[in-house]
C-alpha cells in the first residue's frame, strides 16, 4: 500500500493532494522520491520567500533546537523580543502578539477590536466578498464564499461583507456603528485581485469620519511579496491592525498582529494568549527570515523581478487573448485569469517539471520564493507559452 492509499485511511477527507511524493527541498526545487527536480512557483503558498533549505534560518533553528524547543508564554523568550524587535523596527507599529497562523492572527484581530469597540459602542465587523481571512468560525464570519461556508451556519452575529472595490456599496454599509473592516489589499485566494485606489481612499476617508478600525489581512502579501514590505504601503494609508503570518517563521508555524496607536492598551494579562504562539524555534527562524530579507535587498528584487514576469504575462495574454482574460498582481504575487477552468495547465506545467498552482478554479497564481533567478522565471515563462499552445490548438 502506497502513502497516497494510506492516507485515505487515515486523514479526514479534507485536502487534493499533489500526486508527487517529494523527498526534499534545495532553493527554489522540490526533488520528488524518484529524483525528479521540480522549479516550484508557488513555494508552500507564500511561506518558503527564501526557499527551502536556506543556511540561515537552518542555522537560526538548529541553534535554538539546541537551547530548548518550547517555552510556557509566561516566561520572556529571546527569540520572541528579537522578532518583535524587527518585526516593529520595519514596520513602526506599537505592539506585537505573536500566535501559530494567518487564521489566528485574524481571529485574535476580532477579539481586538471587539474590546476595543465596547469601549465606543460600535458593534459592527465588515469583511470583504470574495475574501478569505481563515477558516475559524471568526474568520469564516468575515467572509461570503460558499465553497467554504457552507454548512458551517449560523455564524457569528455583528457581521457582514462589503462588496469588493465597489465604492458605493462601501458608502452604503459603513456607519457610526461600524467597528472594523478587515480588507486583503490583494486577495490571494479569491483570485490575485488587487484593491482599486478609488476603493481604498474612499475606505480611509470614511474611517475619519465615523472612527472605526482597519485591519489590513497580510497573511499572504506581507514581508515583501509585493514588490513593499506589506501591500498596504502601494497605496499611501497606514491601517490600524495588520495580521501576519506565512512567510514569517520560516516555514515554521507562526502568525503575528500588529498594532498601532488606537489599540496598543486594549490588551490586559489574561484576555488573550496561547500555549504554542510564539514558539521560540518559529521566531528565531523568523528573525533569521526578516534578516535576509531585509540585509539582501529582496523587497526590491520581488519588485523588479515581478515587474518582468507580470510583462512577460501580458505579452502572453495579447498572444493567447482567446484563452486568457486578465493579468493582475504586484511584485511576485501575480494571477492569469483564464476563460477557462485552469487545472489541466496546472497538471501539464507539473508534466514539464514546473510547479503552480491554481486558485479560484481560473485563475493561475504565482508565489515564487524570492530567491528566484530571472533565468529561472524566464524558463518558467517558455514552458507555460507552450502549455497555452497545446491548450489553445
Not at 501559530?100 to 469583511?127: D, H, M, P, Y
Amino acid at each position: 500500500m502506497n502513502s497516497f492509499e494510506q492516507e485515505s485511511r487515515l486523514f479526514f477527507n479534507t485536502y487534493k493532494r499533489i500526486p508527487l511524493a517529494i523527498d526534499r527541498g534545495e532553493g527554489c526545487y522540490l526533488i520528488s522520491q524518484d529524483g525528479q527536480r521540480y522549479l516550484d512557483l508557488f513555494g508552500g503558498l507564500a511561506v518558503n520567500v527564501l526557499g527551502y533549505g536556506h543556511p540561515k534560518v537552518v542555522h537560526a533553528i538548529r541553534s535554538q533546537v539546541d537551547r530548548y524547543i518550547h517555552l510556557s508564554n509566561y516566561f520572556l523568550q529571546d527569540p520572541q523580543v528579537r522578532l518583535a524587535q524587527c518585526l516593529i523596527q520595519h514596520s513602526k507599529y506599537k505592539r506585537v502578539f505573536f500566535c501559530n497562523s494567518g487564521t489566528e492572527a485574524n481571529e485574535g484581530a476580532i477579539k481586538l477590536c471587539r474590546k476595543w469597540s465596547k469601549q465606543v459602542g460600535k458593534t459592527k465587523i465588515f469583511g470583504m466578498t470574495n475574501g478569505f481571512n481563515g477558516r475559524t468560525m471568526g474568520a469564516l464570519s468575515l467572509m461570503d464564499r460558499p465553497n467554504y461556508r457552507d454548512g458551517y451556519e449560523p455564524f457569528l452575529p455583528g457581521f457582514d461583507q462589503i462588496e469588493f472595490n465597489d465604492v458605493e456599496d462601501l458608502r452604503r454599509k459603513v456607519s457610526d456603528d461600524t467597528a472594523a473592516v478587515f480588507l486583503e489589499f490583494v486577495q490571494g485566494e479569491g483570485g490575485v485581485v488587487v484593491a482599486s485606489r478609488q476603493f481604498v481612499k474612499q475606505l480611509f476617508e470614511l474611517r475619519e469620519k465615523f472612527g472605526f478600525l482597519i485591519v489590513a489581512d497580510e497573511i499572504q502579501t506581507g514581508i515583501g511579496r509585493t514588490g513593499k514590505f506589506f501591500a498596504f504601503e502601494h497605496y499611501d494609508v497606514r491601517p490600524d491592525i495588520v495580521t501576519l503570518a506565512k512567510p514569517i517563521g520560516g516555514g515554521l508555524p507562526l502568525g503575528a498582529i500588529l498594532g498601532g496607536e488606537k489599540i496598543e492598551d486594549v490588551l490586559s494579562p489574561g484576555m488573550h494568549g496561547t500555549t504554542f504562539g510564539g514558539n521560540p524555534v518559529a521566531c528565531a527562524a523568523g528573525v533569521a527570515v526578516l534578516e535576509q530579507v531585509v540585509a539582501g535587498d529582496l523587497v526590491k528584487k520581488v519588485a523588479d523581478l515581478g515587474n518582468h514576469i507580470k510583462a512577460a504575462f501580458e505579452e502572453l495574454k495579447n498572444e493567447f487573448s482567446d484563452l486568457i482574460t486578465e493579468v493582475r498582481g504586484q511584485g511576485l504575487m501575480l494571477g492569469i485569469e483564464l476563460k477557462k477552468e485552469g487545472a489541466s495547465i496546472v497538471d501539464k506545467m507539473r508534466e514539464q517539471k514546473i510547479l503552480i498552482n491554481c486558485t479560484n478554479k481560473n485563475v493561475l497564481r504565482f508565489l515564487p520564493p524570492f530567491i528566484l533567478t530571472k533565468a529561472e522565471a524566464d524558463r518558467a515563462i517558455a514552458v507555460l507559452r507552450e502549455v497555452f499552445q497545446s491548450e489553445a490548438s
